[in-house]
């Protein structure tokens, strides 16, 4: 069965330390793995996408994760955490045909204490 | 490039009316969206995949006559929640795949939170 597992429900970090938002993946393609964050009552914000290449990608807000394939995981990290972080985020993933839907994980909601 | 839209992004009825969403791509053509619904504090749940020009097809456990999905146009896709209930209230987010774009991305709109009197 396709999922996304975050196992995470709620993590509290204190500002300026680093963070890992952890994210494991079961698919039985090639998986295309993004991360997105939602602050209360608003709409998704793409993080970054993983699609082929390099394992480590970059993306917005100095976050990054890093594919491992033999680990079926895609976890999230940044390095030094501002109170401005403190949002859901979620793991997704989906395939290369068209018309192939994302799976979400439930999410890990991200608190800062200062 | 690649802006999703929503309208309306917030909606308030009463039970046993009906409320249409809209989903717009706004600055590309695409073949596919997908509807998502999200209850307070959970994940993105996918209710139906609609492709222009055909019918949606549904997840199941979604009823396909509560919740019409049109996709008219390669811009446009709409879901109208009929007769709607009190547990319908919830956020619904649509997505759009770009025609002939790599890798299956898509672009999420902002959502509309639907709240059911």
């Known amino acids: 069965a396709q999922s996304v597992t975050q196992p995470d429900i709620h993590i509290t970090v204190s500002e300026g330390a680093s963070l890992e938002l952890r994210c494991n993946y079961s698919y039985g393609a090639t998986p295309y793995l993004f991360w997105y964050v939602q602050s209360p009552g608003q709409g998704l914000q793409l993080l970054l996408k993983y699609f082929s290449g390099d394992t480590l990608v970059q993306g917005i807000k100095g976050f990054e994760a890093e594919f491992k394939r033999s680990q079926s995981s895609f976890n999230l990290r940044k390095p030094s955490v501002h109170w401005s972080d403190a949002a859901e985020y979620f793991c997704?993933?989906?395939?290369?045909?068209?018309?192939?839907?994302?799976?979400f994980g439930k999410g890990t909601t991200l608190s800062v204490s200062s | 490039g690649a802006v999703v839209s929503q309208h309306p992004s917030r909606v308030i009825c009463k039970s046993g009316t009906s409320v249409k969403i809209e989903c717009r791509s706004l600055d590309f053509q695409a073949t596919t969206m997908f509807w998502y619904r999200q209850f307070p504090k959970q994940s993105l749940m996918l209710m139906a995949t609609s492709n222009e020009g055909s019918k949606a097809t549904y997840e199941q456990g979604v009823e396909k006559d509560k919740f019409l999905i049109n996709h008219a146009s390669l811009t446009l896709s709409t879901l109208t929640v009929t007769s709607a209930h009190p547990e319908d209230s919830s956020f619904y987010i649509c997505s759009a795949r770009m025609a002939g774009g790599l890798y299956n991305e898509q672009f999420f709109g902002p959502g509309t939170r639907l709240t059911v009197l």
């Open positions: 997704a993933v989906g395939g290369n045909q068209a018309g192939t839907a994302l799976i």
